[in-house]
Antibody, heavy 123, light 109 residues
Framework: QVQLQESGPGLVKPSQTLSLTCTVSGGSISSGSYFWSWIRQPAGKGLEWIGRIYTSGTTNYNPSLKSRLTMSLDTSKNQFSLKVTSVTAADTAVYYCAREEVTGYSSSWYSSWGQGTLVTVSS | EYVLTQSPGTLSLSPGERATLSCRAS???????SAWYQQKPGQAPRLLIYGSSSRATGIPDRFTGSGSGTDFTLTISRLEPEDFAVYYC??????????FGPGTKVDVK
């Protein structure tokens, strides 16, 4: 059973860079069967798709965040990462990493999720 | 980009009652399917339904998904105490960005 676990600072200052890592256990991120994704949820609000990365390194980003995003893979550690630059209070949210199934379609569903990590942007 | 709406925003029911949750997409792609997730306070979302009607592993058969095109439905045949939660729909099949609905909260009447 695959498990995902987010890690990173819980507090980031405005204008700085938010950096999170998702460690995957029980499965390999090199598997071609999945996209590795980030999704966030501000307190009391709904889910916002941030983006995803495939084992090849190909990425897809939310257009509303694209200019500030970088995602990467570290296959040696079985981890994938998210960086969001120039953060503001609007980036305060619980950040989830999740595994999206690769199907014959351009997108699909999320079969596994990390527990989430709260990131607060504040000085 | 698709916009999903869910109705009702809140559904107040008693244990044992039937819950019907609706999800509507602003447009339909050439391939359009739904997934449904359950989220309890302080927890990550949990996949219930994918492919519009397929139950995820371990999901009880009181959860049923249906629909196609732009209209999708999640039905919980008889609410158990553990079913009171927020439910999100997601439409997929087309190119990113992926979108989720705003959620329906099922609470105790």
């Amino acid at each position: 059973q695959v498990q995902l676990q987010e890690s990173g600072p819980g507090l980031v200052k405005p204008s700085q860079t938010l950096s999170l890592t998702c460690t995957v256990s029980g499965g390999s991120i090199s598997s071609g069967s999945y996209f590795w994704s980030w999704i966030r949820q501000p307190a009391g609000k709904g889910l916002e798709w941030i983006g995803r990365i495939y084992t090849s390194g190909t990425t897809n980003y939310n257009p509303s965040l694209k200019s500030r995003l970088t995602m990467s893979l570290d296959t040696s550690k079985n981890q994938f990462s998210l960086k969001v630059t120039s953060v503001t209070a609007a980036d305060t949210a619980v950040y989830y990493c999740a595994r999206e199934e690769v199907t014959g379609y351009s997108s699909s569903w999320y079969s596994s999720w990390g527990q989430g990590t709260l990131v607060t942007v504040s000085s | 980009e698709y916009v999903l709406t869910q109705s009702p925003g809140t559904l107040s029911l008693s244990p044992g009652e039937r819950a019907t949750l609706s999800c509507r997409a602003s447009q339909s792609g050439s391939s359009s399917y739904s997934a449904w997730y359950q989220q309890k306070p302080g927890q990550a979302p949990r996949l219930l339904i994918y492919g519009s009607s397929s139950r995820a592993t371990g999901i009880p058969d009181r959860f049923t998904g249906s629909g196609s095109g732009t209209d999708f439905t999640l039905t919980i045949s008889r609410l158990e105490p553990e079913d009171f939660a927020v439910y999100y729909c997601q439409q997929y099949g087309s190119s990113p960005p992926l979108t989720f609905g705003p959620g329906t909260k099922v609470d105790v009447k």
